[in-house]
T-cell receptor
Framework: AQRVTQPEKLLSVFKGAPVELKCNYSYSGSPELFWYVQYSRQRLQLLLRHISRESIKGFTADLNKGETSFHLKKPFAQEEDSAMYYCALRAAGNKLTFGGGTRVLVKP | DVKVTQSSRYLVKRTGEKVFLECVQDMDHENMFWYRQDPGLGLRLIYFSYDVKMKEKGDIPEGYSVSREKKERFSLILESASTNQTSMYLC?????????????????FGQGTRLTVV
């Protein structure tokens, strides 16, 4: 079975402060991990994918297989980063499982 | 522009009714998913389909069934709607791949259907 855990339901930070969203997973195989974002009144969309190893909108995420984590980080949060963020795991059979989500609020 | 379209944005149904939620994608994706989205619970997978007429139960299939007669269409059926099925329902599709290096395997989502059962 696969499972994704996001321990923080809400993160509130000031503009310009660093932000880190935690994601832990359990899966017996080799996972494919994603972060998705949902802005207000918009549909859920991909933010980044671990295998791409790229930075999107200033966000990065590193897969740590030893700690089974895939935390999302941004050094300087912006107000437009306020949104709902979901960590997701795609298993070998293509089944896609999401975490509980973290709401990020960036205050001016 | 890739598209996943859900037939209704808002639905209000009565307890005991049979409810159909429809989803269509135009990307020729093999995989299609139905989730429900509830505050504090995130997205929970109801059913997953990886091919026409093929389906796999997700984490919360009770009270739901699905139909995939054509590749582009995936329907979620609430056999007898109950108030605890009031929720936001999200449909998604993705490319089927068994190689993690395959690009563009992310899921694309519909706009959601907010279902209220009274």
């Amino acid at each position: 079975a696969q499972r994704v855990t996001q321990p923080e339901k809400l993160l509130s930070v000031f503009k310009g402060a660093p932000v880190e969203l935690k994601c832990n997973y359990s899966y017996s195989g080799s996972p494919e991990l994603f972060w998705y974002v949902q802005y207000s009144r918009q549909r859920l969309q991909l933010l980044l994918r671990h295998i791409s190893r790229e930075s999107i909108k200033g966000f990065t995420a590193d897969l740590n297989k030893g700690e089974t984590s895939f935390h999302l980080k941004k050094p300087f949060a912006q107000e437009e980063d306020s949104a709902m963020y979901y960590c997701a795991l795609r298993a070998a059979g293509n089944k896609l499982t999401f975490g509980g989500g973290t709401r990020v609020l960036v205050k001016p | 522009d890739v598209k996943v379209t859900q037939s209704s944005r808002y639905l209000v149904k009565r307890t005991g009714e049979k409810v159909f939620l429809e989803c269509v994608q135009d990307m020729d994706h093999e995989n299609m998913f139905w989730y429900r989205q509830d505050p504090g619970l995130g997205l929970r997978l109801i059913y997953f389909s990886y091919d026409v007429k093929m389906k796999e139960k997700g984490d919360i299939p009770e009270g739901y069934s699905v139909s995939r007669e054509k590749k582009e269409r995936f329907s979620l059926i609430l056999e007898s709607a109950s108030t605890n099925q009031t929720s936001m329902y999200l449909c998604a599709s993705s490319l089927r791949s068994f190689d993690r290096r395959t690009p563009n395997t992310e899921a694309f989502f519909g706009q959601g259907t907010r279902l209220t059962v009274v």
